[in-house]
């Protein structure tokens, strides 16, 4: 019966120590590839809209974390040492979970809260669409110049209006986002 007591206590405590306050958040990432005592900066914006560093942790068995308080979400940017690029985030209450790729900062992985997660799929949608839209020029590139040299206005408006069916695509993706942020903007 002591036993099971004290297991009780120790894992109340234990959870209660693990447990964030409204306005508190915590960065638990995983930093793939990142040497051990390698900086990663916490960043923000501002007034200027310089970047300006915020907090500092290392690197430690590939893994980091900041802990702080928000008063209200905020995009901040995760800089590691020596390693060109950005992780962009939203800073909020909550756990928030970011994995960092050395190679590829700009594939790396954001998640845990909610506006991480709806920031995640927008960023993989904006990803997906510049594909296409690059993909479009690459293959039609030489169509489009061989049409305006013949004056072949068919052929031209043709790619014209598909080019404008992924811009729309694109904006239709941006105003999506928009609108979740702000709906979410009224909520804090």
Same mark, same amino acid.
Do not use: W
């Given at each position: 019966?002591?036993?099971? !007591?004290?297991?009780?206590? +120790?894992?109340?405590i234990f959870?209660?120590?693990?447990k964030?306050?409204d306005n508190e958040?915590?960065?638990? =990432?995983i930093?793939e590839?990142?040497?051990?005592g390698? !900086?990663i900066?916490?960043?923000t914006?501002?007034? +200027?809209? %310089?970047? /300006?560093?915020?907090?500092?942790?290392?690197? @430690?068995?590939?893994?980091?974390?900041?802990? =702080?308080?928000?008063?209200e979400p905020?995009?901040?940017?995760?800089q *590691?040492e020596?390693?060109?690029g950005k992780?962009i985030?939203?800073?909020?209450? =909550?756990?928030?979970?970011i994995?960092?790729? /050395?190679?590829?900062?700009n594939? &790396?992985?954001?998640?845990? +809260?909610?506006? %991480?997660?709806?920031?995640?799929?927008?960023?993989?949608?904006?990803?997906?669409?510049q594909k296409?839209i690059?993909?479009?020029r &690459? $293959?039609?590139?030489? /169509? @489009?110049e061989a049409?305006?040299?013949?004056?072949? &206005?068919?052929? *031209? %408006?043709?790619?014209r209006?598909?080019?404008?069916?992924?811009?729309?695509?694109? /904006?239709?993706?941006i105003?999506l986002? $928009?609108?979740?942020?702000?709906?979410?903007s !009224? $909520?804090?």
């Open positions: 019966m002591k036993k099971i !007591f004290v297991l009780l206590v +120790t894992a109340s959870i209660a120590c693990n964030l306050e958040y915590v960065i638990k =990432g930093a590839g990142i040497e051990n390698k !900086f900066i916490l960043e914006q501002d007034e +200027t809209m %310089n970047l /300006k560093s915020v907090d500092t942790t290392v690197v @430690m068995e590939g893994k980091f974390e900041f802990k =702080g308080i928000s008063n905020e995009l901040h940017f995760l *590691v020596n390693i060109p992780v985030f939203v800073l909020e209450n =909550g756990e928030i979970n994995s960092i790729f /050395k190679d590829s900062i594939k &790396s992985k954001i998640g845990g +809260t909610f506006n %991480n997660e709806q920031f995640a799929k927008y960023n993989l949608g904006q990803f997906k669409i296409k690059a993909d479009f &690459s $293959v039609n590139k030489e /169509k @489009m049409a305006v040299q013949s004056n072949d &206005s068919l052929t *031209v %408006n043709a790619l209006d598909n080019f404008l069916q992924l811009k729309e695509e694109e /904006k239709i993706i105003l986002f $928009v609108k979740i942020t702000l709906r979410l !009224f $909520v804090y």
